[in-house]
């Protein structure tokens, strides 16, 4: 920590003043039984450390300009409020860092401040980044020659998504932004303007080629105007921006309108010719003659009109009545008058028929196709009758006549279309259902055209205007898809270049000639395999294509990916049939052997790195992993059906176990009669039992073992017990039977009436040799008494001083204390035991055998004597082994 590198001569720490304090600042009232702390020495402490306290805060409050001595003054100060009021003068990102990476494990409010303020201006930095970056892209969208709407959108999207900017960057963009809006406006102006005269033009081409009653001054007029104004259209500097499909077709319409000029003037001229004549003719018809006017209206030009020559056929039936000939007489020779054939004079009067008939079923349609029909002929061929003429006339009327109401009617079904195409830009429908619903306007709007005539120059820019400005948005709906298809077939590019330098660089062909080595080859097979998905996934997810362009780039593309996937494939065999040969290898390994496991875990070791090296097809490989996971189930399963025998076998293990420690139990808790010899043999043959039982279960075996061991104890304390008790008694009757014949050895010198046969006869036996050597010294005892023998009771004393030998040596032996006054004695003898037990080949007698000897020597013991021979005899019966 900073604040641990001060100086020590700083002001005192309240934390180690604080902590020595109770030593010496306290003291026990002895009338209350409470501590009572010494006020002066108390007060003075916390004063020094509020003093100091303090004086930091106030030095934190002069760091306004000099954010270098602030940082220095908190990585040395040790007040924590000092620290934080200085880090309020901590602006600058360099020194921000500096100070949060010396305070993040000192002062968790320091850092905090530090990493708020470091977060902000990196915050900031990055908004300002992405603002730049837009600012950018807008300045470079001002020089493109067309500028795209949907461009512009995605850019206002991405200032969006900048965060707030600064006030200067945000008048720079909008400066930009509004230069890119007027381009915008101005496009979308001079597209208008274009569409609008196309629109004239288109009309104009149709008013030549139907009325035809156009002057062709006025003609000529009305196309030098379209002409400057689509000269001056096509000099904007917005012109690249307007679609190419759009000022083909208008190029086309200029051309096919340049044609229909030139015939236009002639079929006028020649109908004002013909107008002309006959309005002459009319005037002076009384000074006419048939075959002169023949003539004459054969050397005109000659327009398909059929009204003009109806009006001929009337002035030559009125010049032919004035002079007395017949209406159809003519004095023209057949040769120079073309007749027509009586199929077409049928097809005529049929077209006519047809034509009355549907104006008299107020069939509009099918009278203007036959109209149409009939105009088809050729009249002057055909010469129809007057009668015919006149019919042809009068139905032709009618069907102006008809038309014009059909007209004003498909004008009010103009104006509720119009009012239906409005109401589509509120209902924000789907674009798709959006362009369904225009384009079928359109059409009905065609089909009162061919019904109703065609509608009035004002209507049609209504109706036009109102569709375009429905279909806008689908037609940047689809704008936008189209250069999005541009823009996923540069990415396609991409790819397949990618593809294949990829595959130049790694020397990659479609097939590889020799067999793959995956030990040795110097491919990576697995960054091959992992690029060529990559690449799939990443071709798949590039969108739609044209379809002009798709068929061609998906063979580019496969045919690339086959470089790739050729080797790849042969190699993912080879490795398929390593892992073949893996699956092998686990059905052959032998389940019981130990060393199974070890080699299963070393084949599914060499089955990852396998499967790091290359993964497989996902198919092959979940199909190769599920048949080696049962290979090595199997191997496993057969493993397990072995360890479920072999701990049965342990629970049978168990059960004997558990039997035999509770056979062991209930012997250690038998009655106490029971004999040691039994009780040993029992305990023998539980031993040999128990090692003859295998291993129990693992959970078990530390339980059973205590329990086994707790038993074997029990047993064998038992056996300690009847042993003992055994040597109790044992030594009871010695002692018994030693003082006994010390009685009758006392009764040779004072005799005494008693029966000592029954006397001796009425004590237990005892094992051997103990009972043959005391029945010796009792029957000598018993003989000398009934002989009078005074040689014995000299014997008795004479013995009294190997007694006192023995029993010194026993005591010695038996490391049991002597009496004070043979401690000269007991040192000498203590000296021959120790030469005794030096001397090589001699072997030492144990004790039991010294005590025999001691006990089976008749002779005269006093109560000292006694009591030592008792003491020797307690000692040996309780520590001898066998006893």
């Known amino acids: 920590m900073a604040a641990s590198t001060k100086p020590l001569t700083a002001t005192p720490c309240s934390t180690s003043c604080s902590s020595a304090l109770p030593n010496t600042a306290t003291k026990l009232n002895p ?62 990102e360099p020194m921000l860092e500096q100070l949060y990476q010396a305070m993040r494990n000192a002062d968790r409010r320091v850092a905090k401040l530090m990493q708020t303020r470091l977060d902000a201006i990196r915050h900031q930095s990055a908004v300002a980044s992405k603002a730049q970056t837009c600012i950018a892209r807008a300045q470079a969208l001002i020089q493109l020659p067309s500028l795209m709407p949907n461009q512009v959108a995605q850019l206002d999207r991405d200032w969006q998504s ?164 017949s209406a159809n007489a003519s004095p023209v020779l057949p040769a120079l008058r073309p007749q027509a054939s009586a199929d077409q004079q049928r097809q005529f009067s049929s077209a006519l028929d047809a034509m009355e008939q549907a104006l008299q079923d107020g069939l509009l349609h099918a009278a203007a196709d036959q109209d149409k029909l009939l105009r088809s002929n050729d009249l002057k061929a055909l010469r129809p009758a007057p009668a015919q003429a006149t019919r042809l006339g009068v139905a032709r009327a009618e069907l102006s006549r008809l038309q014009d109401w059909a007209k004003w009617g498909g004008n009010v079904s ?121 690449y799939s996934q990443a071709w798949h997810q590039v969108g739609p294509l044209d379809r002009k362009e798709k068929r061609t780039l998906q063979a580019e593309f496969d045919c690339a990916l086959r470089r790739l996937m050729g080797p790849l494939t042969q190699q993912r065999q080879h490795e398929s049939a390593q892992r073949e040969k893996l699956i092998a290898e686990v059905t052959r390994l032998d389940p019981d052997q130990r060393s199974s496991v070890d080699q299963l875990r070393a084949l599914q070791e060499r089955w990852q790195q396998h499967a790091r090296s290359l993964p497989l097809d996902r198919h092959e490989e979940q199909a190769l992993w599920q048949r080696f996971r049962s290979a090595c189930d199997a191997v496993f399963a057969k493993r397990k059906a072995s360890s479920d025998a072999a701990d049965a076998e342990r629970r049978q293990n168990l059960q004997a176990k558990e039997a035999l420690c509770g056979t062991l139990e209930a012997t250690g808790q038998g009655g106490p009669d029971t004999d040691a010899g039994s009780l040993a043999a029992a305990l023998h043959d539980a031993t040999a039992a128990w090692n003859r039982i295998g291993p129990v279960p693992r959970t078990a075996e530390r339980q059973i073992e205590q329990r086994h061991q707790v038993a074997v104890a029990a047993l064998q304390a038992k056996i300690d017990a009847v042993k003992r008790a055994a040597a109790q008694a044992q030594a009871n009757v010695l002692r018994d039977k030693i003082m006994l014949c010390q009685q009758l050895e006392a009764a040779l010198q004072q005799p005494v009436e008693r029966n000592w046969a029954d006397s001796w006869q009425a004590l237990p036996a005892m094992r051997s040799p103990w009972e043959a050597a005391m029945r010796n010294r009792f029957d000598a005892a018993l003989r000398a008494l009934q002989a009078g023998d005074a040689d014995y009771v000299r014997t008795l004393q004479d013995n009294q001083t190997p007694l006192a030998q023995q029993l010194l040596r026993l005591e010695i032996v038996c490391g049991l204390a002597s009496p004070a006054a043979l401690s000269g004695e007991r040192l000498k003898m203590q000296v021959e035991v120790l030469q005794s037990s030096l001397k090589s080949g001699q072997r030492e007698m144990s004790r039991e055998q010294l005590l025999q000897d001691l006990f089976s020597l008749p002779a005269q013991a006093d109560a000292q004597t006694t009591s030592r021979m008792t003491a020797v005899m307690n000692t040996v019966n309780g520590s001898e082994p066998g006893n």
């Open 31 to 92: 009338s209350r039984g409470t501590q009572q702390t010494a006020q002066p020495q108390q007060s003075i402490v916390p004063a020094v450390a509020d003093s100091a306290k303090q004086a930091a805060l106030a030095q934190a409050q002069h760091f306004e300009n000099d954010e270098a001595a602030a940082v220095a003054f908190i990585q040395q100060n040790e007040f924590a409020d000092a620290r934080l009021k200085a880090a309020q003068y901590v602006h600058s």
């Open 414 to 534: 103009r104006e509720e279309l119009i009012k239906a195409v409005e109401d589509l830009a509120g209902q924000n429908l789907p674009v798709t259902e959006l362009a369904k619903k225009v384009g079928s306007s359109r059409e009905r709007w065609r089909a009162l055209d061919t019904a109703s005539g065609a509608a009035p120059k004002n209507l049609w820019e209504r109706f036009d205007s109102v569709c375009t400005t429905a279909y806008a948005p689908a037609a940047a709906h689809f704008k936008q898809l189209a250069e999005q298809r541009q823009e996923n077939a540069g990415k396609a590019r991409m790819l397949i270049a990618e593809l294949v330098k990829y595959a130049d660089d790694h020397k990659l062909s479609a097939t590889v000639d020799a067999d793959p080595d995956p030990d040795s080859s110097s491919f990576d097979w697995k960054g091959i395999a992992a690029y060529c998905q990559q």
């Open 162 to 325: 900048a965060g707030a900017a600064t006030p200067v960057l945000q008048e720079s963009y909008q400066a930009v932004r509004t230069q890119l809006a007027q381009r915008l406006a101005a496009q979308a102006g001079l597209q208008r303007a274009v569409i609008d005269a196309r629109v004239r033009l288109q009309r104009l081409i149709e008013n030549i080629e139907g009325i035809d009653t156009l002057a062709p001054d006025e003609l000529a007029r009305q196309s030098a105007q379209i002409e400057a104004e689509l000269a001056q259209h096509r000099a904007s500097p917005e012109a690249p921006s307007l679609p190419q499909p759009l000022l083909t077709e208008l190029t086309n319409q200029q051309q096919r309108l340049a044609g229909l000029q030139l015939a236009h003037e002639q079929r006028f001229a020649a109908r004002m010719a013909r107008q002309q004549a006959l309005t002459d003719w009319e005037a002076a018809d009384d000074q006419l003659d048939v075959d002169s006017l023949h003539r004459n209206w054969r050397a005109l030009p000659a327009p398909d009109d059929a009204v003009l020559q109806a009006r001929f056929d009337t002035l030559i039936a009125r010049v032919g009545r004035s002079s007395g000939l």
